[in-house]
RNA sequence: GGGCUGGUAGCUCAGUUGGCAGAGCAGCGGACUUUUAAUCCGAAGGUCGUGGGUUCGAGACCCACCCGGCCCA
């Protein structure tokens, strides 16, 4: 390979966008940058030739795709360049990049035209390759521990695996509304059934809902599931699987974000439901934990809620309100109410509580893990039960073609999903999730 | 859905009490043969988000709407 100082100059081409060009009369200098860096062409009457050199200034713009070759020197400056004697322009850009200087700020533009946000600020380039790092990071965890990855469907006949508004879609051939699927968990365990005992999932997921600073509606899950295991099992792999992410996209498991440290190093902080509801709205769901005695908590702290609300609905907006913005640091908050998940396995100390823990990181839900219910007559019951406590259009259907797979048998098994978008925010340091998707929807501009 | 806030040249932003629409950079023309945000000279560049209203006069004030951002629900 050709190196600068290497007697005689050694002669090389190069490629790249044009992003700089100082006009100085019979000489010019011009950046070129592509992915690895940039290097300094050094144009000049005499090398080039007073009519290719006159008509080289007359066409060329920043932002065009540029070609050039000859020899690689230092200038004065002891800067790199090459004094070019062929230039070719390989695609020319009629629309000027945004300001070398300022940049693009318009937080609109950097949304609707992400492609220039990208080009112009390192920040927000450097943040998307942290993104794909992650990713990575997450399949080679899972790889390793001898995961299979699987596709399943993104159409869904039935929509299930959480509680949400789905978006709808006709499905032209079978002649029938379709849904795109709000989660792929009860797809995962049909795989459980089939035999595989440990399958994942990095897949795109769908609720026909708000949006706003953590909440996209669509957005990134990665869904694991794995036969023979427990809750324990899923604990260190959500840990190892965090920890992975963060060395890859930070090089350490102690993110600096602006003021504070996030730190990510295992073992966690452990919280039992109980206790952080106890701490956070002054209810013992061991005490009085009624439903009238979850609408007084309610009232004394002052959270606005509908007395025609379920139990777990309450419950949810308790946590949402009093608890979870006060878990700042990666906490596993552990043993949630039998109400508040319908696929998840009861503690069999204890069958109010199920065997489930929730990450929160910056007061946001990060990630999700249950002892999966295997139990088909439980598991119907269970579905059924949410199904006639529908509240708004957010209630699950009950997935009959899901029950047969598990009247067939599924393993024991524990499943963990992680929000992709949101461990992507918290290690990148920033607050919005749009920031973290390449290109988030916005309304038309009328 | 509510509150606050923003939308002015390609980009980043000023615009005072309601009185001729501004700057820097980019772009255009010119000078300049080792520059680094080059420098210097010159000219140009506007649906002030949209539509109404008040006024002799509106970028600014009032009303409605559109599109963002932050916070709350």
């Known amino acids: 390979m050709a190196r600068v100082d290497d007697e005689p100059p050694p002669d ?8 700089g060009l100082r006009r100085m009369g019979g000489t010019s200098f011009a950046h070129l940058r592509d992915g690895s860096g940039e290097v300094q062409l050094f144009l000049n009457r005499q090398a080039l030739g007073a009519d290719a050199y006159r008509k080289a200034l007359e066409l060329l713009d920043v932002g065009d795709f540029v070609s050039a070759g000859g020899s690689l ?6 800067e790199p360049s090459v ?10 850009a009629l629309r000027p990049l945004p300001a070398k200087w300022h940049g693009l700020r318009d937080p609109e533009t950097r949304f609707r035209q992400r492609y220039l946000d990208i080009l112009a600020n390192d920040e927000v380039r450097r943040r998307f390759e942290a993104r794909t790092a992650i990713v990575s990071a997450l399949r080679r965890v899972l790889d390793t521990y001898g995961y299979l990855e699987v596709e399943t469907p993104t159409l869904q006949p039935i929509y299930g695996g959480g509680a949400a508004v789905p978006f709808v879609t006709s499905y032209a051939a079978l002649n029938r509304d379709y849904y795109l699927r709000i989660a792929d968990e009860l797809y995962l365990k049909r795989l459980l059934v089939a035999g595989y005992e440990r399958v994942y999932e990095i897949c795109k997921n769908f609720r026909n809902e708000g949006i706003d600073s ?3 509606p669509e957005f990134t899950m990665l869904e694991c599931y794995q036969a023979f295991a427990d809750l324990g099992d899923m604990r260190d792999l959500a840990q190892q699987l965090v920890a992975a992410a963060a060395e890859a996209a930070c090089g350490t498991t102690r993110v600096q974000v602006d003021d504070h440290v996030l ?3 295992p073992p966690w902080r452990r919280l039992t439901y109980r206790d952080a509801l106890l701490a956070g709205a002054g209810v013992d769901l061991e005490g009085d934990g009624s439903l009238s005695a979850l609408n007084d908590a309610a009232e004394a702290n002052e959270v ?3 007395p025609s609300w379920p139990r777990a609905k309450l419950l949810d907006e308790l946590m949402k309100t009093l608890v979870e913005p006060t878990l700042v640091q990666p906490t596993l908050l552990e043993r949630y109410p039998t109400e508040t998940a319908p696929l998840a396995k009861r503690c069999p100390d204890d069958p109010r509580y199920i065997e489930r823990f929730e990450v929160f990181v910056n007061g946001m839900e990060m990630a999700n893990a249950y002892t999966e219910l295997n139990d088909p007559l ?6 059924e039960d949410q199904a006639s406590a529908r509240h708004g259009d957010d209630a699950t ?4 073609d899901f029950l047969l797979a598990l009247e067939h048998g599924m393993p024991p098994a524990g499943g963990l999903g992680i929000g992709v978008d949101r461990l992507v925010m918290a290690l990148a340091g920033v607050s919005n999730i749009r920031e973290v998707i390449l290109f988030p929807q916005l309304r038309d501009r009328s």
């Open 378 to 383: 439980e598991q119907r019951a269970r579905m």
């Open 73 to 78: 020197f230092r200038t004065r400056s002891g």
């Open 397 to 400: 259907p009950v997935d009959e």
């Open 304 to 306: 606005p809620v509908d």
């Open 214 to 216: 953590s909440h996209c």
């Open 263 to 265: 730190d990510f190093t």
């Open 12 to 19: 090389v081409d190069v490629a790249g966008r044009l992003v």
């Open 83 to 92: 004094r070019v004697d062929r230039l070719q322009v390989a695609a020319k």
